[in-house]
């Protein structure tokens, strides 16, 4: 089955916002506000930044925040930083028996 | 604190069978479903599965049925993954992860497995 769709790429300079959509279909996003995102830089364990479309756990910063309309949601980064820069994994239930799946990813420049 | 901790790096032949292991502390092991991830060399995260302790309960991803073999060991906490014969392409780093209800909120650090062509 196909991963849920997100641009390769995206890119900003310090200080500025930036979004990353994550697209899906009607047997995950659509339904089901369980969403995730998660940051991974290079070489090391990713780390969850956002979950249940929109909730951000402790010790993530609030610069960074989730939405969802229909079947894309979105992660949204603000003021950003150098240490933003990594590359970004949207992540949704879907009712297809496999339980979660993985968007392609997204590599976040900070230029 | 949570953590997993999973076994070392792995240098594997093609046909050769490998369990790697993620040791769970922390909380209640029982309770939290574990799933596994697979990021294949400079590729993106997939979705392999999960296991749930208290009944080892299992759902496989499509690409991964019949493949691999997800196990448990509640008396040590630690859950399993497992191949009966090694392929090139099952070269990548392999994670496993607490799943915090319908995501995951704790990560191993990742277990790098390589199947030489």
């Known amino acids: 089955q196909s991963a849920l769709t997100q641009p390769a790429s995206v890119s900003g300079f310090p200080g500025q916002s930036v979004s990353i959509s994550c697209t899906g279909t009607s047997n995950d996003i659509d339904i089901y506000n369980y969403v995730s995102w998660y940051q991974q830089h290079p070489a090391k364990a990713p780390k969850l930044m956002i979950y249940?479309?929109?909730d951000r756990p402790s010790g993530v910063p609030g610069r960074f925040s989730g939405s969802k309309s229909g079947n894309t949601a979105s992660l949204t980064i603000s003021g950003l930083q150098a240490e933003d820069e990594a590359d970004y994994y949207c992540c949704s239930h879907t009712n297809n028996g496999t339980f979660l799946m993985f968007g392609g990813g997204t590599k976040l420049t900070v230029l | 604190d949570v953590q997993l901790v999973q076994s070392g790096a792995e240098v594997k032949k093609p046909g050769e069978s490998l369990k790697i292991s993620c040791k769970a502390s922390?909380?209640?092991?029982?309770?939290?479903?574990i799933g596994w991830v697979r990021q294949m060399p400079g590729k993106g995260l997939e979705w392999m599965g999960i296991?749930?302790?208290?009944?080892?309960?299992?759902r496989y991803g499509p690409s991964f049925q019949g493949q691999v073999i997800f196990s448990v060991d509640k008396s040590i906490t630690t859950a399993f993954l497992q191949w009966s014969a090694l392929k090139a392409s099952d070269t990548g780093v392999y994670y496993c992860a607490r799943m915090g209800g319908r995501w995951i909120d704790y990560w191993g650090q990742g277990t790098r497995v390589t199947v030489p062509s």
């Open positions: 922390g909380y209640s092991f029982n309770h939290y479903y």
């Open positions: 296991i749930y302790p208290g009944t080892s309960d299992t």
């Open positions: 249940d479309a929109s």
